[in-house]
């Protein structure tokens, strides 16, 4: 039986990851958890390349791609998914648990009854509620414990995991009839209609995110490599609304890891592609990303697992990860980590103990 969805809204201006549009706030809440356990985030913030002069700001802004790297970096320092917010942590790889465990459901409202009923496993300092009636579906976050200054960051976030993982879940980039917030309008939420589709409320009883019921009827689309694919890199789904056109970035990151030879030529991805470079360069620019970007993120993620896992010569993981030769490779990693790629798998052995061949 097919299933007659409305037709969603125009998507309003997506940030672009050039574009500071991220809140200041949303990082003195990490910060804060830092603190909270008694960590420096220095390192955190270096590697996001945020500048501590930033945090006394209240106007400032960060881009996507540094408070994407940013969460990352906290949250495995921390080994805490839910950074500071509740009374324990969130070890690393929690909310994987919650996406792996929703994935197999039949349809979208069964994924989301079991996304609310497990994570009562991991916490019960909140509860997620799926409501469905007449007049739509809602899911509701109840507070059952005081959240602090992490309470603007916590339920933002919470409502974005849920409505990023059913946009991508079903392939369907899911229109919201309101999100209501249980705070008044902060000085920042011009960012709000960046992170939701839809009308967005203050002052509310509590948060929730309402749609129309016919989504929860979609079936979901997603098998377990598409699940692995995207939890390496699940937190744009936080910061940015879901398009359709967005699945183009992970098919381009899955090109150059497989076809790293390629990386230097924007025609050769483009034609694995079946598109035009020029198209290849226009959409990724539409969806906040570029080519350049993804491939000094793939080459790193790669050589930082090379450098890791192997002992293979500098030479060897260079041209691996597509560099001509290890002088520039050896140029271009210092950019991204501080330090040379000898002594970075210097660090690396002396921490782990072991590598292998």
């Given amino acids: 039986m097919s299933i007659r969805l409305p037709s969603p809204p125009a998507a309003p201006p997506v940030a672009a990851d050039r574009r500071a549009a991220t809140p200041i706030a949303f990082v003195q809440a990490i910060v804060a958890a830092f603190a909270r356990y008694g960590q420096d985030p220095g390192e955190a913030l270096r590697q996001a390349r945020i500048a501590p002069q930033q945090l006394a700001d209240p106007a400032a802004r960060v881009t996507a791609a540094q408070f994407e790297a940013f969460s990352g970096a906290a949250m495995q320092q921390l080994d805490d998914e839910a950074p500071g917010w509740f009374a324990r942590r969130l070890p690393w790889g929690s909310y994987g648990l919650l996406c ?202 790669m050589a930082i697992d090379l450098l890791r896992r192997t002992r293979r010569p500098i030479k060897q993981v260079a041209l691996a990860v597509g560099f001509r030769n290890d002088k520039s490779f050896a140029r271009a990693f210092r950019g991204w980590t501080g330090t040379g790629p000898g002594a970075f798998r210097d660090g690396a052995t002396a921490s782990s103990g072991d590598s292998d061949d």
């Fill in 100 to 301: 792996r465990a929703s994935v197999t459901a039949p349809t979208l409202g069964v994924a989301l009854q079991r996304w609310c009923r497990h994570h009562g496993l991991l916490t019960d300092d909140v509860r997620l509620v799926l409501d469905r009636g007449p007049a739509g579906a809602v899911l509701r976050i109840e507070e059952h414990r005081a959240l602090g200054t992490f309470r603007e960051f916590c339920l933002v976030t919470l409502l974005r995991y849920l409505h990023g993982f059913a946009c991508w879940a079903t392939d369907s980039r899911i229109a919201l009839r309101e999100v209501a917030f249980p705070f008044a309008a902060p000085a920042h939420a011009d960012v709000y209609p960046l992170l939701f589709p839809g009308p967005v409320r203050f002052g509310a009883a509590c948060a929730t995110l309402a749609f129309d019921a016919p989504y929860l009827a979609l079936p979901l689309v997603r098998d377990e490599a598409a699940t692995r694919a995207m939890l390496q890199r699940a937190l744009p789904l936080t910061v940015r609304q879901y398009r359709r056109d967005r699945l183009l970035v992970d098919r381009v990151r899955e090109l150059l890891r497989q076809h790293p030879q390629d990386a230097a030529r924007a025609d050769a991805v483009a034609a694995r592609l079946h598109m035009s470079a020029r198209t290849l360069h226009r959409q990724l620019h539409e969806e906040g990303a570029s080519l350049q970007d993804l491939k000094d993120a793939v080459r790193r993620e």
